[in-house]
């Protein structure tokens, strides 16, 4: 088992009670999914903001594993063991 920190901004913590930081406890291989895995089995609510029906990232949210964002990588099968994460919603204005 590995501890993967999840950081989130302001804007999604009311999803999981205003908590800013997500400690998961996963097996070492774990993936991208596997995190997205357990913030729905913990959080589900948070997890319906960041992926869609078919369990896909939303096009507004961005995942960094480490100092890069997650479909520059290997999508929701990029290893995230060693790596905190950070969730960032795109934000638009005018």
């Known amino acids: 088992m590995t501890s ?5 901004p302001a804007a999604l913590a009311s999803e999981c009670g205003g908590a ?9 291989e774990a993936t991208l999914r596997d995190v997205i895995t357990a ?7 948070l997890a319906r903001r960041i ?12 995942i960094y594993i480490g100092d890069d964002e997650s ?5 929701l099968d990029t290893p ?7 969730i ?5 204005g005018g």
């Open 4 to 8: 993967i920190d999840v950081k989130l």
């Open 20 to 28: 800013r930081h997500l400690a998961l406890d996963l097996d070492a």
């Open 39 to 45: 913030i729905a089995q913990t959080h589900p609510r």
């Open 51 to 62: 992926t869609d029906e078919t369990g896909n990232l939303r096009r507004y949210v961005n």
């Open 71 to 75: 479909r520059r990588l290997q999508g």
């Open 80 to 86: 995230v063991t060693g790596h905190d994460l950070q």
């Open 88 to 92: 960032l919603p795109s934000i638009a």
